[in-house]
DNA sequence: CAGTATCCAGTGTGATACTG
DNA sequence: CAGTATCACACTGGATACTG
């Protein structure tokens, strides 16, 4: 979700994204874009679960956060090194032996946790229903199938 | 980010998911797998264009959603059959000729804009922040690039 | 400890062509 | 019009091994 190529400036289109449908998307959907920005970070399951841990805990170093949420080496220094740059998160380096790095929430970081609650908390009300509609609808298709 | 089969119950791991890691994400952030669940849904570009154009327009057919999102038919028609899964949209087919499907959002189809919107503020609010964060970031970077 | 580098499988998504 | 089927390809993200 985060590297969204085609939506950067001056990023040339691959083959397989076809400029017409990039230049309707944009034309057509003044807001989409926004839309993706926001989608990019809060679609992305480690920033999530990163900001979240660090919420709670206050600081936590690296490997505090891999332990935490059995997170890859490499997704989470990748995500770590996105969240900082979007000034959400702050790295402080210890070069001691051997090294440690802290890492906390900024403001900013901190004040994403207010839309994610929202979130959260119509997750928690709607689930149960989302389940229950899949259910019937499963079931809808496989009487389909059976009288067909 | 929709088909996350490894949270699915009952799914076998398919090679490159060690179980290890898993269990270890589980165990640990015992919310997470509820946090992966809203994403599944809200990380998913498509479904929330689709849901905030419906919200917009009240009832749209396929080719109008289409063409307002720049969508391919084939997103377009998995995604529209996921939320109408989900209980977040109906599907009204009159069988003229042409044929004609009409798509509208349900209740909870509804009730998950305001979730969203705070998001939207959110996001319109702090946009500006990180693109100065990152405009910071990566000029510190260069300057470190050229000292070194 | 805190990363970086490399490799590779799985998944998402667009293009294209076909159907009722 | 409203899809479905098939193909191709970029990107995600885990595993593994190496470094300071």
């Known amino acids: 979700m985060r590297n969204r190529k085609w939506l950067q400036e001056g990023t040339f289109l691959s083959p397989g994204y076809t400029e017409g449908t990039v230049l309707k998307a944009e034309g057509k959907c003044k807001d989409c874009s926004r839309i993706n920005e926001v989608l990019s970070r809060v679609g992305d399951r480690w920033s999530v679960l990163i900001v979240i841990s660090l919420a709670n805990y206050g600081i936590l170093r690296f490997n505090e956060l891999k332990r935490n949420l059995g997170i890859s080496q490499r997704m989470l220094s990748l995500t770590l090194r996105e969240l900082e740059r979007d000034g959400m998160v702050n790295r402080t380096y210890h070069p001691t032996i051997p090294p440690k790095v802290e890492y906390s929430l900024t403001p900013l970081g901190k004040s994403f946790r207010e839309p994610l609650k929202g979130l959260g908390q119509w997750a928690l ?16 298709e496989a009487s389909e199938r059976q009288s067909a």
């Open 125 to 140: 009300n709607n689930l149960p229903a989302i389940d229950q509609a899949r259910q019937r609808y499963d079931e809808q």
